[in-house]
């Protein structure tokens, strides 16, 4: 499993630069993937079709979709390049051992992080998450209940699908009563 602290640091060199994007149905959204060699570095979800894209195919990209519409895979073997802040890696490092399925809260993510007092850092820290779905970002809750917000475009409705198809909002609803 690679994990985002083994990529990061790996700065550009001889390996190309690729964008890749195709349309998710379930979603109503533009998958948008953006890779250097064989790491992925950003994903974004989009209303408008991407300009960019070199092709519309990649085994990543299929994986996403597919997990769009089953609410199966865990991602945890996609090597991540990315250019963020220790704190937002260390979160995010966190999010991916969250399966399918589950959920957890900002509050429970700051608590592996040894810093309990931490939530509203955790939930700034998954707004500037640019891999979602490869890093689950959608299946962080707050502690009040509901799912929260989603900064990929689509909002909350987008978490909803995403957790709906994973399974997990009765979790959410159970947690609740």
């Known amino acids: 499993m690679a994990s985002a602290k083994e990529v990061k640091g790996k700065g550009p060199g001889k390996e190309e630069w690729a964008s890749y994007a195709r349309f998710s149905k379930d979603l109503g ?4 993937l953006t890779m250097h060699g064989d790491r992925v570095t950003s994903v974004r979800l989009t209303e ?3 300009s960019h894209p070199h092709s519309k195919d990649h085994p990543y990209l299929t994986r996403m979709i ?9 991602f945890r073997d996609v090597p991540l390049d990315l250019n963020v802040a220790p704190f937002v890696l260390d979160v995010l490092e966190q999010l991916r051992k969250v399966p399918p399925g589950e959920v957890v809260t900002y509050g429970e993510i700051a ?3 040894g810093k309990p007092n931490a939530s509203r850092a955790v939930g700034t820290a998954c707004a500037r998450n640019p891999v979602t779905i ?11 209940g ?10 909350p409705k987008v978490k909803v699908k995403l957790l ?3 399974g997990a909002i009765d ?3 159970r947690k609740r009563e």
């Open 171 to 173: 979790k959410i609803r």
């Open 29 to 32: 959204l533009f998958i948008d």
């Open 134 to 144: 490869i890093v689950p970002c959608h299946r962080i809750v707050p502690k009040s």
């Open 48 to 50: 408008k079709a991407p």
């Open 111 to 113: 608590r592996r992080l």
């Open 164 to 166: 709906e198809r994973e």
């Open 66 to 74: 597919d997990h769009i519409a089953t609410g199966k895979d865990d």
């Open 146 to 155: 509901g799912v929260g917000n989603y900064t990929s475009e689509g909002g």
